[in-house]
């Protein structure tokens, strides 16, 4: 899933806290559809969710890894950046096949699961139940 496109002059100057990709993520909706074909015929709605930046552990994570691509821009160049990096959220190219010189960040497969409430991340851990909410469900499946 495209987050936003990369511009390297402002990723080079700009704190995570201030960037696009942070404004982009912080808070937002994202809508699921099922792919009919090429042509798209159809746009079946498969699920939307809320999604935002209050998890620190999530948080922390693509802080990092907006700072990785940050640290290459300023170190190696723009040119350097690539879809091998970014635990959840990868700098990778954007348009038509090979030669394409435009990046945007993309959230990775795991992270769009994540979003849509279809699956964890790994080092989202599960918050533990209250011990009187296990006691409800316990009475309510008696």
């Known amino acids: 899933m495209a987050i936003t496109m990369i511009d390297p002059v402002e990723v080079a100057l700009k704190e995570f806290e201030d960037s696009h990709v942070y404004r982009k993520l912080r ?30 552990r999530l948080f922390a994570v693509i802080k990092a890894d907006y700072e990785l691509a940050r640290n290459v821009i300023r170190t190696q160049g723009f040119g350097a950046l690539s879809g091998k990096m970014g635990q959840i959220v990868q700098p990778r190219t954007k348009g038509p096949g090979h030669g ?10 795991a992270l769009v699961a994540h979003i849509l409430n279809m699956d964890r991340l790994p080092f989202m851990v599960p918050v533990e139940e209250d011990e009187e909410d296990v006691g409800l469900v316990a009475a309510r499946a008696a």
């Open 27 to 56: 808070r937002m909706i994202v809508v699921s559809r099922v792919f009919e074909n090429q042509e798209e015929t159809a746009s079946l709605l498969h699920g939307a969710a809320e999604f935002d930046l209050d998890d620190v």
């Open 100 to 109: 394409s010189i435009s990046r945007a960040f993309y959230a990775r497969p």
